[in-house]
C-alpha cells in the first residue's frame, strides 16, 4: 500500500491537507456501509490539533456523528471508544516520530475490544486517496469535549487491571516524551503513593514532544535516576503505547528485559516477540523452558500471533508490550505492572534482570526513499551484500537483520555478536557499502 504502513498512515504533517483528510474519511464512510459514530483524539504534536479540526470539518461534510476528546494516549483511545459505544476511533499521532511527521491510525470494533482497521477498510481508503477528488467541506458544530470523560475512564481501566497497589516509598523519575501520557501520568502514580520526579511533561501541543526525551532519547532520564537517587525510571513515547526503563544504576531496560519481569510474574509457558529479540532473552527462556514465537517487527504482527496461537504476553525490544487481555500496547499499563511486581518483590529492577545477560547489538540507520527500501530485495548487489556479511558475523556466532522501516524513510541494519566493537565496525560498513548500491 502506498500510504499505509505497519502502523496506520505515517509522513510529513503538512501533507495532511483537508482533502487528504476527508479521502480517509470518504473511505472509512464506504468502509462501513452504516450510520457511525466517530471517536477522534491524538498526541500533543502541533499539528495534532489542525488536523482534528479539519477531522471536524470532514466528518460533518460527510454527516458522520462524532466527538473530540483532544489528547490521550493511544491505548486511551483504543479502550474509550469501545468502552463507550463509538464504532470507530481515529487516533492523529506519529507515535515516537519527530514532531515534524504525524499520522492517522485507525480503530474499529472488535468481539471483545477495540482492534485496528481491517486490510479492507486499509484498502478502501487507499483507493480515495490515490484519487483525491475535490469536495465541499461543512462547517463543524459546536460540541462539548469529552476529554475529561475518556481520561477518567481511562485512568478508571489502568487501576482495576493491577488491582490493589501501594507503591508509597518508592521514588520514580517519569519521562513523559512531552507527548500524550502528560495528561495522566503524575497524578495516577502519586494516587498509588509514589514520589515522583516529571520530567518532559508539556500536555499542550508542542513543537518538543519526542525531542531529545522520551523511550528514544534516555539520557536525560538516566540523569535524574542517578544523581537523585531514584529508584527507577520510565520514559514513554509521544503517544504512550511504549515504555522503556532505567534501573537505580543507570542501565536500559528495554522491552526485552520487560517480557521477562512479566512473563516469570505471570507464570507463563509461552510468550511472543519479533525478530529484533536479543539472544539474550531467547537464552533465558530457554533456561526456564519458555516457548518463544518469533514474528515480523511490528505490534499488530505480535498481536496477531498471540490471538493465533492464545499466547497471553507478547511484546517488542522497543517497549511495546501486550498484556494479557489487553488487544493493544499500553505503556501506562506495561509501567504500573513492573512497579506493581518490584514493590510485591521488593527487588531492585537490577535484581528482578539479573538472570539475563544481553548479548551486544548495534542498529544504524540508512536515509532511504521508498524506491530504495524496494532495491533491498530486488537489485542482486544488495541482496548479495547482506548475504556476505550475514555469513561474516555466522562465523562469529552473531546475527544480521536489515529491513525498512515502516513508518520512517530508513533502512535499519541491527547486528548482534559478542564483540560490540567488532560489530559496530561492521555494522556502519555495511551501512556504507549499502548507500552505495542503493
Avoid at 176 to 192: R, W
Avoid at 255 to 271: F, P, Q, S
Avoid at 293 to 305: H, L, M, S
Avoid at 427 to 435: F, M, V, Y
Amino acid at each position: 500500500m502506498k500510504y499505509f504502513g505497519t502502523d496506520g498512515i505515517r509522513q510529513p504533517a503538512d501533507q495532511f491537507t483537508q482533502n487528504f483528510i476527508l479521502s480517509i474519511v470518504e473511505g472509512l464512510v464506504d468502509y462501513s456501509n452504516d450510520n457511525i459514530k466517530v471517536f477522534i483524539a491524538g498526541d500533543t504534536r502541533e499539528s495534532t490539533e489542525w488536523i482534528l479540526a479539519d477531522l471536524e470539518v470532514a466528518l460533518e461534510t460527510f454527516g458522520v456523528e462524532y466527538s473530540n476528546a483532544g489528547v490521550l494516549p493511544t491505548p486511551a483511545i483504543n479502550y474509550c471508544f469501545y468502552q463507550m459505544g463509538f464504532d470507530f476511533a481515529i487516533d492523529v499521532t506519529a507515535s515516537h516520530n519527530p514532531y515534524t511527521d504525524n499520522g492517522i491510525k485507525i480503530f474499529e470494533r472488535g468481539e471483545k475490544s477495540g482492534q485496528k482497521l481491517s486490510p479492507k477498510g486499509c484498502e478502501i481508503i487507499e483507493k480515495k486517496l490515490s484519487l483525491q477528488k475535490s469536495y465541499t467541506p461543512a462547517s463543524p458544530s459546536l460540541r462539548e469535549s469529552i476529554h475529561q470523560e475518556a481520561l477518567d475512564l481511562y485512568r478508571e481501566h489502568l487501576l482495576d487491571y493491577i488491582g490493589d497497589c501501594d507503591f508509597k516509598g518508592l521514588k520514580i523519575g517519569l519521562d513523559c516524551a512531552n507527548g500524550a501520557t502528560s495528561v495522566i501520568n503524575k497524578t495516577i502514580f502519586e494516587q498509588l503513593g509514589a514520589e515522583v520526579e516529571l520530567i518532559h511533561s508539556n500536555d499542550n501541543y508542542n513543537t518538543q514532544i519526542n525531542h531529545e526525551c522520551g523511550s528514544t532519547h534516555l539520557n536525560s532520564l538516566r540523569d535524574i535516576v542517578v544523581n537523585n537517587h531514584l529508584n527507577f525510571g520510565i520514559a514513554f513515547d509521544g503517544d504512550g503505547d511504549r515504555c522503556m526503563f532505567i534501573n537505580e544504576i543507570g542501565e536500559e531496560i528495554d522491552g526485552d528485559y520487560t517480557i521477562a519481569i512479566l512473563a516469570d510474574y505471570l507464570n507463563l509457558k509461552t510468550i511472543a516477540t519479533t525478530v529484533m529479540v536479543n539472544q539474550g532473552l531467547l537464552n533465558w527462556a530457554k533456561e526456564k523452558d519458555i516457548k518463544v514465537e518469533i514474528t515480523a517487527v511490528g505490534d499488530a504482527n505480535v498481536k496477531a500471533a498471540m490471538d493465533e496461537k492464545h499466547i497471553k504476553l507478547g511484546g517488542e525490544q522497543s517497549g511495546h508490550i501486550i498484556l494479557p487481555n489487553e488487544p493493544t500496547g499500553d505503556g501506562m499499563l506495561t509501567s504500573l505492572m513492573i512497579t506493581k511486581i518490584l514493590n510485591e518483590k521488593s527487588k531492585s529492577l537490577k535484581e528482578l534482570t539479573s538472570s539475563i545477560t544481553k548479548f551486544p547489538q548495534v542498529i544504524v540507520n540508512l536515509s532511504a526513499t521508498p524506491e530504495q527500501k524496494k532495491s533491498l530485495t530486488t537489485k542482486s548487489t544488495a541482496k548479495k551484500l547482506l548475504e556476505e556479511y550475514d555469513e561474516k558475523l555466522k562465523s562469529t556466532s552473531g546475527r544480521l537483520l536489515v529491513r525498512p522501516s515502516g513508518t520512517e524513510p530508513l533502512i535499519r541494519i541491527t547486528m548482534w555478536g559478542n564483540d560490540e566493537e567488532a560489530i559496530t565496525i561492521l555494522a556502519n560498513e555495511l551501512k556504507n557499502k549499502l548507500g552505495e548500491i542503493l
